[in-house]
């Protein structure tokens, strides 16, 4: 690639059925809403479709309808939508597709007829390109709700000169959701004559799995960690798709999410206590004092803190944390502090532990943003012993308040979170690696031990603090691969 193409701004259309700040469900939601600006902060064109759901305030949000409704094809016939613009930011349009019938609902998924609703968007946002003669070097899609495009650009749009020069980077957020369907949705979709793809894979033979044909078809692939770009490749993270994504490894990547580092600021933060940056760690002790009485604890400055915010899921890790939770808090001096809700046995697991350890441990089973933030900035060990993990954001978070994250060393948290060596000094918090519950006891009794040592710990904390976490980051990777895959694109 010459120097000129290389540095020449892109054009890039973002689809996603979430994008912050109009709906969220997930990560997804948080990505799709801040890697738009960090993209035009570097001076790209960037513009973003989603669906017009019911819930979004045309008033609150400033939409404005732009161009005449039009039938967009779907299922054999044509279905009428109307686009509105809005923003995520100046120079960041955000183009909402409105269709009274599939989209005026109070919920964003799980409707029945969810694959003609989101086939339906996806149709109809690359229609509207068409609409606005506005030709993107780059579509880049996101998990199921938007695979079905990278499929059509190599199939119904194949020769179409309007997108002969647009490639597609297809977004993994979470493998565990795939849009599996039955073989009803390719005509849904108008590709029927294309037939089944993946025969050879025994579980997706008789069905349409939607994310498979993202992977399968589009030019460039990412996830959103380099260790979990790589463990999907196996059975044992692959969710049922590890061959498809070992045939298309050569053109699959890894980039680890941002955070908002600007809502993310413990010296600005309002929902904090006391603000506090790496300079004036001292100040940190009015944020924990504040924890410890929101969760009822016993007021002890000397006394380490353990926090952990997360859904309450298999995923995160309580199945290895069960056994030794007893352990943990009757044996050693440490204080517990959990955010969380999910499924109901934990929430019944959690409830018996803050009822048996008074003063020790404080559980809120609720969503809860600003009481996240103080146990961010209050705890002095974050807590992550996931059993996958695609990029996770909580112990960037933690470090970027001073929590030190003690984490099991998978997907992106094997990315972020390197295992501390007293002896050289190295590393940024506490890992380990089986998934086993002494591996995870072990490593909470190291990260104790060298809480002791107020130095040391200090340093750990001054270290995570000042590490680069921003979207700026990511989004540099981003164009990256863009560009890769538009050669990818362009070698057909
Ligand atoms: P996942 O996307 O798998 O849930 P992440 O670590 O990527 O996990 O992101 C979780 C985000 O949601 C973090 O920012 C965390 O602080 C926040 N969060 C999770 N549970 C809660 C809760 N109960 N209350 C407030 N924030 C929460």
Redesign the pocket.
């Given at each position: 690639m010459d120097n000129q193409s290389s540095s020449k701004p892109l054009k890039i259309l973002i689809v996603a059925a979430e994008v912050v700040p109009f709906a969220k469900v997930?990560?997804l939601a948080d990505v799709a809403g801040a890697l738009p600006i960090a993209l035009r902060d570097m001076g790209h064109d960037v513009r973003v479709a989603m669906p017009k759901y019911g819930r979004i305030d045309n008033a609150k949000f400033n939409l404005k309808p732009i161009i005449e409704p039009f039938a967009v094809p779907m299922d054999g016939h044509s279905v009428d939508v109307d686009i509105l613009e809005g923003s995520i930011a100046e120079h960041v349009p955000v183009y909402f597709i409105h269709n009274e019938h599939y989209f005026d609902r109070e919920g964003i998924y799980s409707y029945p007829d969810d694959d003609e609703r989101f086939i339906l968007f996806c149709r109809a946002a690359v229609e509207m390109l068409k609409k606005l003669n506005w030709q993107p070097d780059i579509i880049h899609c996101n998990d199921w709700q938007t695979a079905i495009i990278p499929n059509w650009l190599k199939t119904i749009y194949k020769d179409d000169p309007f997108f002969a020069h647009t490639a597609s980077l297809y977004t993994i957020h979470n493998l565990a959701y795939q849009g599996v369907f039955g073989q009803r949705v390719l005509e849904i979709a108008g590709i029927a004559e294309h037939g089944f793809v993946y025969p050879q894979i025994q579980d997706l033979a008789g069905v349409v799995d939607l994310m498979g044909r993202g992977i399968l078809y589009a030019d460039a692939i990412n996830t959103v960690s380099e260790t979990y770009a790589q463990e999907i490749l196996t059975p044992e993270f692959g969710e049922k798709l590890d061959p498809l994504l070992r045939e298309r490894q050569d053109r699959l990547f890894g980039i680890l999410?941002g955070i908002d580092t600007e809502l993310m600021n413990p010296k600005t933060d309002s929902y904090i206590a006391a603000n506090f940056d790496a300079m004036n760690l001292e100040a940190r002790a009015a944020n924990k004092a504040d924890l410890q009485k929101e969760g009822n604890l016993d007021p002890r400055p000397d006394v380490p803190v353990i926090g952990l915010?997360?859904?309450l899921a298999n995923?995160?890790g309580f199945d290895i944390m069960a056994p030794v939770m007893d352990s943990l808090l009757n044996l050693l001096d440490v204080q517990f502090v959990l955010?969380?809700?999910g499924d109901q046995y934990y929430h019944e697991m959690f409830g018996k532990l803050a009822a048996h350890y008074p003063g020790k441990a404080a559980v809120?089973l609720?969503?809860?943003?600003s009481?996240?933030q103080k146990i961010?900035a209050g705890s002095d060990i974050f807590l992550?012993p996931s059993r996958f993990?695609?990029?996770?954001?909580?112990?960037m978070?933690a470090m970027r308040y001073g929590s030190i994250p003690a984490v099991r060393s998978t997907g992106g948290l094997a990315d972020t979170v390197h295992d501390f060596s007293p002896t050289t000094g190295e590393g940024n918090g506490f890992a380990f690696t089986p998934y086993e519950p002494m591996a995870l006891y072990a490593t909470l009794v190291r990260a104790l031990e060298n809480y002791r040592y107020k130095d040391t710990w200090r340093k750990l904390q001054t270290r995570d603090m000042s590490a680069d976490y921003s979207w700026d980051n990511s989004a540099r990777k981003y164009v990256d691969v863009y560009r890769k895959a538009m050669s990818f694109q362009a070698q057909q």
């Open positions: 997930g990560g999410n915010i997360s859904r995923q995160k955010l969380g809700t809120f609720t969503f809860n943003a009481l996240a961010y992550m993990e695609p990029c996770g954001l909580g112990q978070i």
